[in-house]
């Protein structure tokens, strides 16, 4: 005797964790950044930029170095540390709101794709942001997501939010760090740059502490 099932329609998970065709034809934008929106995820987005770029100067950044290159707030391994992202959502991503546990995978996959033969990209792109754990041991999410850039020069036109967000940075209004070479040297290369605190400088230092064997360039990638 056959029994006769009415077919049941399911959600397709992958338009949520792989939307690219969705976005496509919606005419969605990534990265979009705005100061006036009523958007509360762009509200959101935009107070965590303004305290980064109000509290991320030369001292900060040197303080902040010397506080967790110690590498004595917690022990964890790869797999441990994915899964403590499980619960932890950037506050400066304009586009999702999804665990960052989520976005390692997407991004591990997305190169694995484009890149088969390069699995130590892979493995960066699965590590890439696993500093922002720093948010789970006290550390402000200003002090650890969004996108990095140089302190101790003035901010180039490509950071983020750079012409609403600066005016109250004491660096801002010191001629030592407020032009556009500061206190670099022009071709000093990166190696001699202070990038400002967050998830990539603190995963590129935890790599060379622990004698990391990825190539120089991961390294670079992923600061």
Known sequence: MKVLVPPI???????IFRPEKVIKECGWQFRKYSSDSEDARQKTVYETYLQMHTHQTVDFVNSKIAEWTKFDKFKCGILDALDK???????????????????AY???ERIRAHHPDKDWMQLTGLIHDLGKV???YGEPQWAVVGD???VGCS???SVVLRDSTFRDNSDAKNPLYNTTLGMYKE????DSILMSWGHDEYMYQVLKH???TLPQIALDMIR
């Open 9 to 15: 329609t399911l959600q397709d998970p992958s338009e």
């Open 85 to 103: 992202l499980n619960s932890f959502v950037d506050d400066s991503d304009p586009d999702i709101a999804l665990p960052n546990s989520i976005h």
């Open 106 to 108: 997407q991004t591990a």
């Open 134 to 136: 720093m948010a789970l």
């Open 148 to 150: 990095t850039y140089p």
């Open 155 to 157: 901010a180039a036109p």
């Open 187 to 190: 071709g000093c290369g990166l």
């Open 210 to 212: 622990n004698k990391s």
